[in-house]
């Protein structure tokens, strides 16, 4: 089996969220990113310069917001396959 190389491009946060927390549904794995994304001050300051919002109704991230939260909060993780 290939190792899986993440890839910053442009993800819905809920597909983002899913590849962090694949155990989860959509709509908890989503809460829990966006808990996390909110406690690490340092990415929240950088993401709120790119115009960043966890409360905004956008439901896209841009792959510059993508490269930051990998950045702080590490790759996804990827589940191997059976």
Not at 2 to 31: D, G, H, W
Request: aromatic share 10%.
């Amino acid at each position: 089996m290939e190792n899986e190389i993440f890839t910053v491009r442009c993800y819905s946060k809920s597909e983002l969220a899913m590849m962090y927390f694949p155990e989860l549904s959509q709509e908890m794995a989503s809460q829990k990113l966006k808990r996390w994304i909110r406690r690490c001050t340092p990415l929240m300051g950088e993401l709120a310069e790119c115009g960043f919002s966890t409360s905004s109704c956008r439901k896209d991230l841009t792959p510059r917001e993508v490269r930051l939260i990998v950045r702080h909060l590490g790759e996804p993780f990827y589940p191997e396959e059976v």
